[in-house]
């Protein structure tokens, strides 16, 4: 299909909520994407911040393949193998003690946020069901989640939403105020992706931490973005040397295909029981099977060049005429810039590569194993098309 016919069916049929800039991708190799036209473009979304070996990875492909070849689905009245290898990995490398599958971010926050309420009823029961998010954070498109996501653009239409969800600006006062004496957990992401790539304080997130310990509030870090080796640990919260009692996670986790994960440590490993919750695709033994390929290649040396390939990403970043900051951890970079950050993505797309953005922010996350060659060249575009955005 050529790319004209594709954006007539689409404009003609899909749900109206997308607002797709028009291009449409075919194939690709790491982080170089072909359109139907043929033209290619330097990858730095890798589908926000999902397929984190690029394009076509050989090694993730057979993985992938070879469990295609097996069974696709089975369901979660048995058991099955590359699902529980993907917990016991997920474990080993965090510390946490059991692992809930779902099939996007939005649904492991839905986890999390429901195993708290139930982790809180069962030791002191009913009116402490208050969950406290940040100001500026996304959690998800689901009604629980969108009502924990601190930005009012999502609450528009949607009310009445679930009660006894606040939203608090990330300083501990206010967190103590918007808390009260009703609150069962926290949720925060240590690094804010869609609100502009902000990394939190490091001395709020270890009072946050304080404060959740000795209340007994548990502290859930949503991990669906900055997770999976983007920051250039395993999960970003180990950064911030604290320890989570939930940690939830997705887009990156399947390399490309849609698995979300609801890990529980300590306090949480035995709250949620048979029926509490569940899912028909959680777990997907295909999708496990990427997963497992993922969390295994994100080794130390692996994530070392995360560090550095960030490091070199910002050092070149920071010097381009018409970047004003350059924020995020890793390869989760937030980019303040003269100019509508929109803007400034089309004209990327239009010149080929491809960025993504975050409120007024550009938001740059390549695929972890990005060459250098191809960071080079798509450095190259954004440079050119800021010098054009700053001189005009
Ligand atoms: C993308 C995102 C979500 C929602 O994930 P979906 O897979 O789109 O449901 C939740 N939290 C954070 C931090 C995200 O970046």
């Given at each position: 299909m050529d790319f004209e016919h594709i954006k007539n069916l689409d404009d003609a049929y899909g749900a109206e909520v997308f607002s797709r800039f028009p291009v449409a991708f075919v194939g690709g190799r790491g982080a170089t994407l072909t359109d139907t036209e043929g033209k290619e473009y330097i990858d730095f979304g890798s589908g926000i911040a999902v397929n984190v070996f690029g394009a076509c990875d050989e090694a993730w492909k057979n993985a992938v393949k070879e469990q295609l070849d097996k069974i696709q689905h089975v369901s979660n009245y048995y058991y099955c193998e590359p699902q529980a290898k993907l917990s016991e990995l997920l474990c080993a490398r965090t510390g946490a003690r059991r692992v809930f599958f779902a099939n996007s971010g939005a649904e492991a926050n839905e986890c999390a946020l429901k195993a708290a309420r139930k982790y809180s009823f069962e030791k002191y029961g009913a009116g402490r069901a208050k969950i406290v998010s940040l100001n500026g954070s996304f959690h998800g498109r689901t009604l629980f989640t969108?009502?924990?996501?601190?930005?009012?653009?999502?609450?528009?239409?949607?009310?009445?939403?679930?009660?006894?969800?606040?939203?608090?600006?990330?300083?501990?006062?206010?967190?103590?105020?918007?808390?009260?004496d009703t609150a069962c957990a926290v949720i925060i992401e240590c690094v804010q992706g869609e609100s502009g790539v902000k990394t939190l304080d490091k001395n709020f997130i270890k009072s946050l931490e304080t404060f959740c310990k000795e209340r007994d509030v548990l502290l859930i870090c949503d991990e669906v973005q900055s997770g999976n080796g983007r920051t250039g640990t395993l999960y970003s919260y180990e950064q911030f040397g604290i320890s989570p009692d939930?940690?939830?996670?997705?887009?990156?986790?399947?390399?490309?295909?849609?698995?979300?994960?609801?890990?529980?440590?300590?306090?949480?490993?035995?709250?949620?029981?048979?029926?509490?919750?569940?899912?028909?695709?959680?777990?997907?033994?295909?999708?496990?099977?990427?997963?497992?390929?993922?969390?295994?290649?994100?080794?130390?040396?692996?994530?070392?060049?995360?560090?550095?390939?960030?490091?070199?990403?910002?050092?070149?970043?920071?010097?381009?005429?018409?970047?004003?900051?350059?924020?995020?951890?890793?390869?989760?970079?937030?980019?303040?810039?003269?100019?509508?950050?929109?803007?400034?993505?089309?004209?990327?797309?239009?010149?080929?590569?491809?960025?993504?953005?975050?409120?007024?922010?550009?938001?740059?996350?390549?695929?972890?194993?990005?060459?250098?060659?191809?960071?080079?060249?798509?450095?190259?575009i954004f440079r050119e098309v800021l010098r054009h955005e700053t001189s005009t």
């Open positions: 969108v009502t924990a996501t601190g930005q009012e653009v999502f609450h528009k239409y949607f009310d009445p939403f679930v009660p006894e969800v606040v939203s608090a600006d990330a300083n501990i006062e206010a967190i103590r105020r918007a808390a009260g939930i940690v939830t996670t997705a887009k990156g986790l399947g390399g490309g295909l849609p698995i979300g994960a609801c890990l529980f440590f300590r306090k949480t490993e035995h709250t949620l029981k048979a029926g509490d919750h569940g899912s028909t695709f959680g777990g997907n033994p295909v999708c496990c099977a990427g997963a497992v390929n993922v969390i295994e290649r994100l080794d130390e040396n692996f994530l070392l060049e995360v560090r550095a390939k960030g490091d070199y990403m910002r050092t070149k970043l920071r010097a381009i005429d018409g970047v004003k900051a350059v924020t995020g951890l890793g390869l989760m970079i937030g980019l303040e810039v003269n100019g509508n950050s929109k803007d400034i993505a089309k004209k990327c797309l239009e010149k080929g590569l491809l960025v993504l953005t975050a409120h007024e922010r550009v938001r740059i996350v390549p695929p972890l194993n990005i060459t250098k060659r191809e960071m080079d060249e798509g450095l190259t």
